[in-house]
């Protein structure tokens, strides 16, 4: 048998498509467990008098010294199990739309909370209302979900937006582009309040392997193709779809699949599931992924990860970062800080992920302005102890204030906050 019918014979396999879903952006549906920094978010089954409730008549009330809405949103799920996008050119809608199901999902922004109170503090409640207890490590904040006399009242308040237009997604800080099967634009909202300059040339997504181990074989971004689906954006988070593929060869490509990108206030969260049929280095040898965001020219900048002093991008030594072991790795410049982390479920907890950082001038195609000023992201090494299944991961991207604490914010991935509810009122 030639290298090429050992080649063909593998791919008809399934071989090829496994080493292609390594690529990070294709993905099937997100993990439901895998949820935002700084979200407090209750499946609408624990909502008890609320549960079959149109979301209109449903309001989510903080308190201070008053009591007064807060933004807050239902994610709907579909009879599939797929999340309800209702906007687009493929949308998949709930059925009935609008309605509480106990497949859904209210979100709100955990930070939102306020202090306790009696029932008496709530205005306008119609009977069932049922307190929403957030806590994480020590602390507690609490909302109250209520059904009201009328229409609902609505905080003005949105942190998110989305431009089907033009393909992005803003936050409080940051705004993202897509329009491409990895994303291309990445700004920040300066002092002014607008936006600023694309700081990004591309994420770059690369995946190496030796076929039976001396066959090399690679892909990158460029070699996706891809089919924008759906969207929705409620105040607190933005839902964007697409479907795609990785070309292999001309007669060849992976199965469709899938993925979804999520967007919060702070935080855009990147998941991917991978299915594969086979152990990876059944046929593979040498695996290797690399999800890199590679900068236009971030000179000034300071780059950190854990455990090591910051440097200023381009300064000597600042290469002595890459291949280093750390959680998570951040650039801090003029008007924020971009915390990058990388997230992995327990099947994949044996993997090898270090630092990837280089500041240069070279040529790392493709790309459309030559050389990283940084580049910087995560490697993904030693595949040999993964078997079979199903498999997930996330890169997390955070857009923070200038002087954040970024090991402090890096360590709350480790909380979680824990949401728990208790119905203080039934329906009259």
Same mark, same amino acid.
């Given at each position: 048998?030639?290298?090429?019918?050992?080649?063909?014979?593998?791919?008809?396999?399934?071989?090829?498509?496994?080493?292609?879903?390594?690529?990070?952006?294709?993905?099937?549906?997100?993990?439901?467990?895998?949820?935002?920094?700084?979200?407090?978010?209750?499946?609408?089954?624990?909502?008890? #008098?609320?549960?079959?409730?149109?979301?209109?008549?449903?309001?989510?009330?903080?308190?201070?010294?008053? #009591?007064?809405?807060?933004?807050?949103?239902?994610?709907?799920?579909?009879?599939?199990?797929?999340?309800?996008?209702?906007?687009?050119?493929?949308?998949?809608?709930?059925?009935?739309?609008?309605?509480?199901?106990?497949?859904?999902?209210?979100?709100?922004?955990?930070?939102?909370?306020?202090?306790?109170?009696?029932?008496?503090?709530?205005?306008?409640?119609?009977? #069932?209302?049922?307190?929403?207890?957030?806590?994480?490590?020590?602390?507690?904040?609490?909302?109250?979900?209520?059904?009201?006399?009328?229409?609902?009242?609505?905080?003005?308040? /949105?942190?998110?937006?989305?431009?089907?237009?033009?393909?992005?997604?803003?936050?409080?800080?940051?705004?993202?582009?897509?329009?491409?099967?990895?994303?291309?634009?990445?700004?920040?909202?300066?002092?002014?309040?607008?936006?600023?300059?694309?700081?990004?040339? /591309?994420?770059?997504?690369?995946?190496?392997?030796?076929?039976?181990?001396?066959?090399?074989?690679? /892909?990158?971004?460029?070699?996706?193709?891809?089919?924008?689906?759906?969207?929705?954006?409620?105040?607190?988070?933005?839902?964007?779809?697409?479907?795609?593929?990785?070309?292999?060869?001309?007669?060849?490509?992976?199965?469709?699949?899938?993925?979804?990108?999520?967007?919060?206030?702070?935080?855009?969260?990147?998941?991917?599931?991978?299915?594969?049929?086979?152990?990876?280095?059944?046929?593979?040898?040498?695996?290797?992924?690399?999800?890199?965001?590679?900068?236009?020219?971030?000179?000034?900048?300071?780059?950190?990860?854990?455990?090591?002093?910051?440097?200023?991008?381009?300064?000597?030594?600042?290469?002595?970062?890459?291949?280093?072991?750390?959680?998570?790795?951040?650039?801090?410049?003029?008007?924020?800080?971009?915390?990058?982390?990388?997230?992995?479920?327990?099947?994949?907890?044996?993997?090898?992920?270090?630092?990837?950082?280089?500041?240069?001038?070279?040529?790392?195609?493709?790309?459309?302005?030559?050389?990283?000023?940084?580049?910087?992201?995560?490697?993904?090494?030693?595949?040999?102890?993964?078997?079979?299944?199903?498999?997930?991961?996330?890169?997390?991207?955070?857009?923070?204030?200038?002087?954040?604490?970024?090991?402090?914010?890096?360590?709350?991935?480790?909380?979680?906050?824990?949401?728990?509810?208790?119905?203080?009122?039934?329906?009259?």
């Amino acid at each position: 048998m030639t290298a090429f019918e050992v080649v063909k014979h593998v791919a008809a396999r399934g071989a090829a498509p496994i080493l292609a879903s390594l690529l990070h952006f294709l993905a099937a549906p997100a993990l439901a467990q895998m949820s935002a920094p700084g979200l407090a978010t209750v499946s609408a089954a624990a909502l008890a #008098c609320l549960r079959g409730r149109d979301e209109s008549t449903v309001a989510i009330f903080a308190c201070a010294t008053a #009591c007064a809405p807060i933004p807050w949103q239902l994610d709907e799920r579909d009879g599939e199990g797929r999340w309800a996008l209702d906007q687009g050119p493929q949308p998949n809608r709930d059925d009935p739309p609008g309605v509480l199901d106990d497949n859904d999902e209210l979100l709100w922004m955990a930070a939102d909370g306020g202090r306790r109170v009696q029932i008496r503090e709530l205005p306008n409640v119609d009977g #069932c209302a049922v307190e929403l207890e957030v806590r994480r490590g020590g602390e507690a904040t609490w909302a109250y979900a209520v059904a009201t006399r009328g229409e609902a009242p609505r905080s003005a308040l /949105r942190y998110v937006r989305y431009d089907p237009v033009a393909d992005r997604a803003e936050g409080e800080r940051v705004a993202v582009g897509f329009g491409a099967p990895t994303p291309r634009y990445l700004a920040l909202r300066g002092r002014d309040g607008a936006f600023g300059p694309n700081l990004l040339d /591309r994420l770059k997504v690369r995946a190496s392997a030796r076929l039976l181990g001396f066959i090399p074989l690679g /892909r990158d971004e460029d070699d996706i193709e891809y089919e924008f689906s759906a969207w929705r954006a409620g105040p607190i988070r933005v839902l964007r779809r697409e479907y795609q593929w990785v070309r292999l060869a001309s007669w060849l490509r992976t199965p469709i699949f899938e993925t979804e990108t999520l967007m919060t206030r702070d935080a855009m969260t990147l998941p991917v599931r991978l299915k594969l049929n086979f152990p990876p280095t059944y046929f593979f040898g040498g695996i290797e992924v690399q999800a890199v965001l590679d900068f236009r020219d971030l000179r000034g900048w300071q780059v950190a990860a854990a455990g090591a002093e910051p440097l200023a991008v381009g300064a000597d030594g600042a290469n002595r970062l890459d291949g280093a072991r750390s959680d998570w790795v951040a650039l801090r410049g003029p008007d924020a800080a971009l915390l990058l982390e990388l997230v992995r479920g327990a099947s994949l907890a044996t993997l090898v992920p270090t630092v990837v950082y280089r500041d240069d001038h070279d040529a790392h195609p493709p790309e459309e302005v030559p050389g990283e000023e940084p580049g910087l992201g995560y490697r993904l090494t030693e595949w040999s102890k993964i078997d079979r299944g199903e498999h997930w991961f996330a890169a997390v991207a955070r857009a923070l204030p200038r002087d954040a604490d970024l090991a402090a914010v890096a360590r709350e991935r480790t909380e979680p906050p824990v949401v728990l509810t208790r119905q203080i009122a039934p329906p009259p």
